[in-house]
């Protein structure tokens, strides 16, 4: 493409108009953030299989958003700046937006796919980031044109992304720090992120600490036979978790991202690291999963459904 030309000059102009690629829980709420402070956002996915509305996924994760998740947009006003769409239909859009986000499904071939397409589609110099959790930032921009790999970036959202402040930014050796300025000062000032520069190691900084104390507590209290709720009355308030305690959190996550993220880490840590230490396997949390007990997606989880 021709953002791959060394020597083209960068956009300088501010971020007014935000794209989000993948409407799913990330991607639906990030795009209502960005809403919320009065910018438009697009909103694409993919076109769903025999749909008679192309655009069928991205309406509906705005409509959920806005039906079961009152607080999702401060204002009425705010949903309507979500304009939804099709990577199909609706690529060139991209053309007139200052940042666009990548919140597809956390697989490599398929990110690397659609950016080629972003790249085609984008004005030199926008910056591009991606909402992965798990993708080294050299991996997902390997035999992408060196433009591209100028402008881009890992922004990491947590879930959800209008309650969560911290924002993990991951920039590589070849990002323009202009990129990743404009990027860092806008989800600062206008997202109010508490926005944390963060290198490209597995987990960045909050998974890695997360996933660490999420299975020694489980493991712990697994092996000191304590009951959920004895558990959490002591690591619940005061760690901080005053509401969920660890269990409820994990309820809250989804039991079912514990093995991924953990089998995720173990696979990019040195053998001999420390952390392999609680990155085993916990069998009643796979029972749990394989019966159907993923927390508050599922039938219920550590704690039953109300
Ligand atoms: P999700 O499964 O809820 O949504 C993914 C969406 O991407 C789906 O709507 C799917 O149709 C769409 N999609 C798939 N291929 C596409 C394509 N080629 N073009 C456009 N849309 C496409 O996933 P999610 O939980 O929102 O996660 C999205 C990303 O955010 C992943 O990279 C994940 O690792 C990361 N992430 C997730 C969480 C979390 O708690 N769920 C937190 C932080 C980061």
Redesign the pocket.
Known sequence: SENGQAGKPAKTRDIRKVAV???????AGIAAQVANAGIETLL???VPEGADDRSA?AKGAIAKLEKAEPAAFMAKRNARLVVPGN?EDDLEKLAACDWIIE????RLD?KQA?YARIDAARAPGTPVSS????IPLGDLTRGLPDGFRRDFLIT????PPRYMRLLEVVAGPETDPASLARVSAFADLKLGKTVVPCKDTPGFIANRLGTYWLQAAVIEALDLGLSVEEADAVMGRPFGFPKTGVFGLLDLVGLDLMPHVQGSLKRALPADDPFHAVLRDVPLIEEMIRTGYTGRKGKGGFYRLN
């Open positions: 690629i993948g409407a799913g829980v990330m991607g694409l996915d993919i996924i990577i919140a597809v499904v956390e398929v659609l909402n992965t959790s798990t990491h959202f947590f879930n």
